[in-house]
């Protein structure tokens, strides 16, 4: 039995959405340069993995970016993670899980400004625990932090629903034990595809024994 509903938090809980950030970015030629600098650069990734603030990243994206853009990177690495609401919808699915007797958590690679987008995140307080990659060093979609994961919060994997946007962080929840399902921005679907999974009588994703297997 599925007792455990695992929320990834960006594009499924809410909305990062880089495009609008670039929006104070007029040039669309700029807009390119400003994303790769700081949202598509290694030390993006560092920032979710725990290894470097806010500092470092904006030190290394102005390193890449002519003088004339430094001012637009510093303000949208400053503000960009005080501009996430909820989707529509979502909050009726987190209180109608929650209502039913699921238990409720979040997993997200994300960097410690969580405590200002958690503010955004319906129900919060409903939730039974928080996993955040920024803390534990770990980052989707490798197994190794599903399995933290469980043993954070003294869960079997394969009692776990994982919601994701990202068809490898998916993987990498069935690479553990967990069963899934790839987020298309439809709180509706969640709901079918959790009921499916519950259904079944074998789970599809790979079992943990199998996982030498994989190429």
């Not at 069935?174 to 074998?202: C, K, N, T």
């Amino acid at each position: 039995m599925i007792r455990n509903v695992v929320f990834d938090m960006g594009k499924v809980l809410l909305d990062f959405n880089v495009d609008r950030y670039l929006e104070r970015v007029p040039e669309r030629a700029d807009k390119e340069l400003v994303r790769r600098a700081l949202f598509q650069s290694v030390e993006w990734v560092m920032t979710d993995y725990g290894a470097l603030g806010d500092e470092g990243l904006l030190q290394a994206a102005c390193r890449r970016l002519p003088q004339r853009l430094h001012a637009a990177a510093a303000q949208i690495g400053s503000t960009w993670y005080r501009d996430m609401p909820a989707y529509p919808g979502i909050g009726d699915v987190i209180a109608g899980l929650k209502d039913e007797g699921y238990r409720l958590y979040l997993l997200s690679n994300v960097c410690r400004h969580y405590d200002v987008m958690r503010r955004s995140i319906p129900h919060i307080e409903r939730f039974d625990g928080e996993f955040l990659s920024c803390d534990w060093h770990l980052l989707k979609p490798d197994p190794e932090i599903f399995r933290t994961f469980c043993l954070r919060f003294s869960l079997t994997p394969a009692q776990c629903f994982f919601i994701d946007d990202q068809p490898a962080n998916v993987f990498g929840a069935l690479r553990a034990g967990l069963r899934g399902m790839v987020y298309h921005g439809d709180p509706a679907s969640i709901r079918p595809a959790l009921l499916a999974a519950q259904a079944a009588e074998e789970s599809p994703a790979l079992a943990q024994g199998e996982e030498a297997a994989l190429p």
